[in-house]
């Protein structure tokens, strides 16, 4: 699977749209991005994930550059309950293994 | 909404003792996962489960680490003899199709050996 790099950390506005870049410079044509996140002391959670078209969803909109080597998660009205870490992960569809990073700590601040 | 269920939510075990961690996934689910998460750190992978059989444990330290899942249904992770290092996060999660649309974890038990 291909490596993903993130910032290690944000910050955000409440209110404000919270933009999450991801590198994945080396990903294969039929890798999918999926993003994943983790408020404190709970599991992770899904949000949402894409091949090489935007997606949207309740929860964020993902947009995947056209060369596929980056993409960006937007939360696009933050609220301090969004305050987590943001796992960027690359994987084949169905390969059923998340390997997660150390993902981006995203403070939401008021 | 459908919920993975884990017990205990925490547990404080001595060096040596033996301890295990019980999951539920969502009804329906084939696939179940045990991730153990070290504090400042992502996720990793433990073992995975297709109903009742292993599909991959190549991470799961098998000296002391097992794991089960006798119905294909609920299953236990065990660690026998605990040690320092072993303190985390254990992590279960579970998915319909292979996670094509995302995984679903429960909350985790938070794992001290003191």
């Known amino acids: 699977d291909a490596k993903t790099t993130q910032p290690t950390s944000m910050d955000c506005a409440e209110g404000r749209a919270a933009n999450l870049p991801c590198n994945h410079s080396?990903?294969?044509?039929?890798?999918?991005v999926y993003w994943y996140r983790q408020i404190h002391s709970q599991g992770p959670q899904y949000i949402i994930h894409g091949l090489k078209n935007n997606e949207t969803n309740e929860m964020a909109s993902l947009i995947i550059t056209e060369d596929r080597k980056s993409s960006t998660l937007i939360l696009p009205h933050a609220t301090l309950r969004d305050t987590a870490v943001y796992y960027c992960?690359?994987?084949?569809?169905?390969?059923?293994?998340?390997?997660f990073g150390t993902g981006t700590r995203l403070t939401i601040i008021p | 909404e459908a919920e993975v269920a884990q017990s205990p939510r925490y547990k404080i075990t001595e060096k040596s003792q033996a301890v295990a961690f019980w999951c539920d996934p969502i009804s329906g689910h084939a696939t179940l996962y045990w991730y153990r998460q070290i504090l400042g750190q992502g996720p990793e992978l433990l073992v995975q489960f297709q109903d009742e059989s292993v599909v991959d444990d190549s991470q799961l330290p098998k000296d002391r680490f097992s794991a089960e899942r006798l119905k294909g249904v609920d299953s236990t992770l065990k660690i026998q003899p605990a040690e320092l290092g072993d303190s985390a996060m254990y992590l279960c999660?579970?998915?319909?199709?292979?996670?094509?649309?995302?995984?679903?974890f429960g909350s985790g038990t938070r794992l001290t050996v003191v």
């Open positions: 080396t990903i294969s044509g039929n890798e999918y």
């Open positions: 992960i690359v994987i084949y569809f169905g390969n059923e293994k998340l390997t």
């Open positions: 999660a579970s998915s319909l199709d292979g996670g094509d649309y995302g995984y679903t």
